[in-house]
């Protein structure tokens, strides 16, 4: 579903009228705010295929700091790889890798392990790769990272829709109170079984993946 689909099932499941774009009414918007909130808790309980991608760092001479462009701060780290050097990269600690860095001289040669560290002006993660890096190495790693904040009416959620519906229905119940219909609590529980579910299904075709149900 787009965003603005996504708000107007909402408003129909709680017998208000729909919208021709996400912002027409206050509390339409406020929908939005809630659709999103359900996105960005959805997207944070699982390694959600569809939001996997790869970034690639190619490297340069005696450099080890580079930025994730497009990363953002919210990610799961799937895999890194020096695809190069066919090698698998490892995970560090900021602080083994600190005295790596700083107690010279550091090593220079093919990146094995990387740190995160800090962000760059675009507010995308930086990895400091260690040994620093001797020539040109192509470092990719996978990542899931979350869907941009739905800001336009024709953004096609990446999440299931069915659980970003549910999820900001039960919170819209909660904002407006008991009105006869089906309560909060008892939304948002048939909310977590759908996730629950989800979760299970989608587990079945990536084992690799920790299973992380939000309560």
Known sequence: MTYLELV??????LREPVVTTFNETTYSTLIGKFVND????????????VLVQTITVTTVANTSSYSLTGAGQKFQVLDAINTTSVLGMTNIDFVTMNRNINFLPAGTSAPT???FNGVDASYDT??????????VYTVKFSLAVPQATLAADAT???VSDVLV???AFSR??????EDGGLSSSEAYNLYRAMLSDYIALEGTRYPDRGEFVAT
Request: aromatic letters at 10%; charged letters at 25%.
């Open 172 to 177: 819209a119940l909660v904002e407006r109170g």
């Open 165 to 167: 519906s549910q999820n």
């Open 126 to 135: 930086k990895v400091t790769l260690y040994p620093v890096p001797d020539a």
């Open 156 to 158: 096609v959620v990446l």
């Open 8 to 13: 107007n099932d909402v408003l129909v499941r």
């Open 113 to 115: 392990d990387y740190a």
């Open 38 to 49: 359900a996105k960005r808790q959805i997207e944070d309980s699982f390694a959600w295929n």
